[in-house]
């Protein structure tokens, strides 16, 4: 069964520090997709970035950069240069391939991010 | 263009009363999906759709729980009777057809007291 652990549940930093959020996955699939998204106190979800498996690039936008490293299993992301705006609860998510296991989109546990002034 | 939408955005009743969600996902996807998030067990999906027809339900809870896709732009998740417990932030979110690389975008949720 696939899994997504993020270890840290909350973060708080000081305005203008960098921030790295961890995500650890599980799945015995060689065909996935990874998602990062935001919930911010509104309560929406946000999607901000979707990576593969077969794609290990690390990707940067703007102040947002992601570190995807199979040999680890891990999917981390790095807020540079942290504003208040970015204080939110972020969550990571796996979905798998194979027509059996469907579309699901399973999700870790989150992690709340607070940026103080 | 339009993002997913839900209705009521807010719901509070009492135990025992149906309670019914409603969801408008984006024009031109062919899924839909129902998730529910609650402190105790983040988020989890319900149930999903695939050109209206469900395709897995096992996320449901138990027998009070029904979701219906009647159309391509419209779905209900109905709780009959609710109870406390399901007190929850309910969310659709819908995504295209094209395989699993493709992104599903979430409306902005039912937050559900139930008392």
């Known amino acids: 069964a696939q899994k997504v652990t993020q270890a840290q549940t909350e973060i708080s930093v000081v305005e203008k520090e960098d921030v790295t959020l961890d995500c650890v996955y599980e799945?015995?699939?060689?065909?996935?997709?990874l998602f990062w998204y935001k919930q911010p106190p509104s309560g929406e979800l946000v999607f901000l970035i979707r990576r593969n498996s077969f794609d290990e690039q690390n990707e940067i936008s703007g102040r947002y950069s992601w570190n995807f490293q199979k040999s680890t299993s891990s999917f981390n992301f790095t807020i540079t240069a942290s504003q208040v705006v970015d204080s939110a609860v972020y969550f990571c998510?796996?979905?798998?391939?194979?027509?059996?296991?469907?579309?699901?989109?399973?999700f870790g546990g989150g992690t709340r991010v607070l940026v103080k002034p | 263009d339009a993002g997913v939408i839900q209705s009521p955005r807010h719901e509070v009743t009492e135990m025992g009363q149906e309670v019914t969600l409603r969801c408008k996902p984006i024009?031109?996807?062919?899924?839909l999906f129902w998730y529910r998030q609650t402190m105790m067990r983040g988020l989890e999906l319900l149930i999903y759709?695939?050109?209206?027809?469900?395709?897995?339900d096992s996320g449901m809870p138990e027998d009070r729980f029904s979701a219906k896709m009647p159309n391509a732009s419209f779905s209900t998740l109905k709780i009959q009777p609710s109870e406390p417990r399901d007190s929850a932030v309910y969310f659709c979110a819908s995504r295209p057809s094209g395989g699993l690389q493709e992104t599903q975008y979430f409306g902005p949720g039912t937050r559900l007291l139930v008392l």
């Open positions: 024009s031109g996807h062919d899924y």
């Open positions: 998510a796996l979905s798998e391939g194979g027509k059996a296991a469907g579309n699901k989109l399973t």
């Open positions: 799945t015995r699939d060689t065909t996935y997709y």
């Open positions: 759709f695939n050109n209206n027809v469900p395709i897995d």
